[in-house]
């Protein structure tokens, strides 16, 4: 591994939305990195709690930390954006409101950045109350490289609270689609010219309780939606990708013949969805703790369902 002999500067962005709760704690975790060029961004949502007061009195006793507050609530994809926009760091550090980073997480992130575009580490679940709960994101999902764009067609596990990003990753990822995390997205653009490197420790506490993004997200996917809303956001989603995967890349091709094969739920569509999810799929699912027999039915069942 060669480990960079230079401390460049590095930004960490925290994206905050009525956060009072747990704020405190991530933020006194930041200001107790071991790696000290830092500079520190909250952008926050329009809260409506305590939250901005408490930024607001951290940045009175911390240098290089900024305070900016919307005038409209942005949602978190383009509030992220926005942070991003402001950081001056070569690297950059997406920071959730409610979790706790242990003190060498940009320490070590930083050393095994090597030529990789972003890399990101694994985290392990704490409760409302800082107890570990005694089980891991990676027990979750196939933690792993990611090296190509198929690896998103259907989401990657990367997230973005554990990323190191290089600055030249978040321009090319200019402006965020909405249709996507903004993890999601930055890791998607990073495999066109590299990797998005697994860094197998766990760097972060990461909190599960009700008010968090994950939750949230989650109790969302259980919002009914007709067949037929279904297939037009797929499509989008889709569309996005090919429009952004460079021409050049050996992707670009598959992405196309995808787009096609979620235009509608016909027989030959159908037939072909179904041989290019069996065709790559030890890139499209790589992400998913799935058996090869798991991955194949996976693929069959794409053949009914548009996912």
């Known amino acids: 591994m ?31 990195q071991t790696y000290k060029n830092l500079e520190i961004i909250a952008v926050d949502d329009c809260s409506t709690d305590e939250t901005l007061s408490i930024l607001n009195e951290y940045a009175t006793q911390h240098d290089k930390f900024t305070v900016v507050q919307n005038e409209n609530n942005l949602g978190y994809v383009k509030n992220f954006e926005k942070g991003f926009l402001l950081a001056n760091g070569g690297y950059i550090a997406p920071c959730d409101q409610d979790d ?3 003190p060498n997480k940009i320490d070590v992130l930083f050393n095994n950045m090597d030529d990789c575009e972003i890399a990101y580490c694994n985290s392990a679940f704490i ?25 998103y067609v259907v989401g990657a ?9 290089k600055r030249n990753v978040v321009i090319r990822a200019m402006p965020f689609p909405i249709l996507f995390s903004h993890d999601n ?8 010219s590299g990797t998005v490197k697994l860094v197998n420790q766990v760097l972060v506490y990461y909190r599960r309780h009700d008010n968090n993004v994950f939750s949230t997200i989650h109790k969302k996917k259980k919002v009914e939606e007709t067949k037929q809303q279904k297939l037009k956001k797929a499509q989008e989603r889709l569309q996005t990708l090919y429009e952004k995967c460079l021409a ?13 094969s979620y235009n509608s739920y016909s027989l030959s569509n159908n037939i072909l969805r179904m041989r290019l999810f069996f065709k790559h799929r030890n890139q499209i699912l790589r992400y998913k703790k799935h058996s090869e027999l798991h991955r194949k039915l996976y693929c069959i069942k794409v053949f009914f369902k548009i996912i």
């Open 2 to 32: 060669n480990i960079p002999s230079e401390n460049p500067l590095i930004s960490i962005v925290i994206a905050t939305y009525n956060g009072e709760k747990f704020l405190r704690k991530q933020l006194d975790s930041l200001f107790n």
């Open 157 to 165: 596990c990367a997230p973005g609270h554990a990323m190191l990003i």
């Open 100 to 102: 706790i980073w242990l």
């Open 127 to 151: 409760d409302s109350e800082d107890n570990l709960i005694g089980n891991t994101l990676s027990d979750r999902a196939n933690f792993c490289d990611f090296d190509s764009p198929l690896m």
């Open 248 to 260: 050049d890349l050996p992707e670009k091709e598959v992405f196309a013949k995808l787009c096609k």
């Open 185 to 192: 997205w930055l890791g998607f653009i990073a495999t066109f």
